[in-house]
């Protein structure tokens, strides 16, 4: 399994930005999709996820209202659309998949794959 994340850069606060996480390697009917961000000297803390056949969605709640997961199951995709972005939203974000969360999905050591990350940078 290959994740890929992409789609980060620099933006001002009040900004919008779509990450994407490409995915190969397997089918991943059955698996969730989850992103993770991390901020400098932080811990990873959990954003979103996303079931890959029905689409069931789940947010954090610090970040439900302006994130916005999604998937396109034909390009074996998964996107983060991020709105009305604040500085402390900068970070690296990672995508992580996994089939056996067992309802787990904003535990991260429950992912058994991951992306290697892009940078989001917010100025105020």
């Known amino acids: 399994v290959q994740l890929q994340a992409s789609g980060g850069g620099l933006v001002q606060a009040g900004g919008s930005l779509r990450l994407s996480c490409d995915a190969s390697?397997?089918?991943?009917?059955?698996?969730?999709i989850g992103w993770f961000r991390q901020a400098p000297g932080k811990e990873r803390e959990y954003v979103a996820a996303?079931?890959?056949?029905?689409?069931?969605?789940w947010y954090s709640d610090s970040m439900k209202g302006r994130f916005a997961i999604s998937r396109d199951n034909a390009k074996n995709s998964v996107y983060l659309q991020m709105n009305g972005l604040k500085p402390e939203d900068t970070g690296a974000y990672y995508c992580?998949?996994?089939?056996?969360?067992?309802?787990?999905?904003?535990?991260?050591?429950?992912?058994?794959?991951w992306g290697q990350g892009t940078q989001v940078t917010v100025s105020s």
């Open positions: 390697g397997r089918t991943f009917s059955g698996y969730v």
């Open positions: 992580a998949a996994d089939n056996a969360l067992a309802g787990y999905r904003w535990y991260e050591r429950r992912y058994a794959y």
């Open positions: 996303i079931t890959w056949s029905g689409g069931n969605t």
